[in-house]
T-cell receptor
Framework: DAGVTQSPTHLIKTRGQQVTLRCSPKSGHDTVSWYQQALGQGPQFIFQYYEEEERQRGNFPDRFSGHQFPNYSSELNVNALLLGDSALYLC??????????????FGPGTRLTVT | AQSVSQHNHHVILSEAASLELGCNYSYGGTVNLFWYVQYPGQHLQLLLKYFSGDPLVKGIKGFEAEFIKSKFSFNLRKPSVQWSDTAEYFCAVIFMDTGRRALTFGSGTRLQVQP
């Protein structure tokens, strides 16, 4: 049973560029959430996708956007990269988006460095 | 805004010592509570969780946590730590009554166990 997978593992981009990160959820899961973890901090919620729609969003600018595909996999896109976007980007998958129990499983993350 | 606090940023213990890591949240409604662990070079793993019922929950690797609703706390404990417990520990909360199914993380506690 494959867990959550993310690609690429590492990425180096220049300020102003755009980046796309990818995530495949754990088998049987239909909800994908994205988090940003800056160095020395806890992860911060970016947004969540369920049934191919963005359902919830954290306090991140519109430069951060995403997509969910019919197979439940997801992409995170960041436009006009800033140095402050350098972080570990985590994908978490779960089952359902509105129930009373909401348990998320995390992938290994993508380390983004903006120079 | 709802928040999660972990007051111990860096803890150093000798093997066999007892561990207690504090976690407090600022919210009076229904919560789902989690502790995640991040071993060096590995991804976030769920250590234990609380949704309802018995406030003392047991997780993997001998860890347990107690939910004290009146204190808005969910402290993590282990009677006797091992060198292999060296890792970063994150407390996370879902504030259920807000309708948002996203984890709010504390800033993490780095545990270093000396042999």
């Amino acid at each position: 049973d494959a867990g959550v997978t993310q690609s690429p593992t590492h990425l180096i981009k220049t300020r102003g560029q755009q980046v796309t990160l990818r995530c495949s959820p754990k088998s049987g899961h239909d909800t994908v959430s994205w988090y940003q973890q800056a160095l020395g901090q806890g992860p911060q919620f970016i947004f969540q996708y369920y049934e191919e729609e963005e359902r919830q969003r954290g306090n991140f600018p519109d430069r951060f956007s995403g997509h969910q595909f019919p197979n439940y996999s997801s992409e995170l896109n960041v436009n006009a990269l800033l140095l402050g976007d350098s972080a570990l980007y985590l994908c978490a998958s779960s089952l359902g988006a509105g129930g009373k129990i909401f348990e998320q499983y995390f992938g290994p993350g993508t380390r983004l460095t903006v120079t | 805004a709802q928040s999660v606090s972990q007051h111990n940023h860096h803890v150093i213990l000798s093997e066999a010592a007892s561990l207690e890591l504090g976690c407090n949240y600022s919210y009076g409604g229904t919560v789902n509570l989690f502790w995640y662990v991040q071993y060096p070079g590995q991804h976030l793993q769920l250590l234990l969780k609380y949704f309802s019922g018995d406030p003392l929950v047991k997780g993997i690797k001998g860890f347990e946590a107690e939910f004290i609703k009146s204190k808005f706390s969910f402290n993590l404990r282990k009677p006797s730590v091992q060198w292999s417990d060296t890792a970063e520990y994150f407390c996370a909360v879902i504030f259920m009554d807000t309708g948002r199914r996203a984890l709010t993380f504390g800033s993490g506690t780095r545990l270093q166990v000396q042999p």
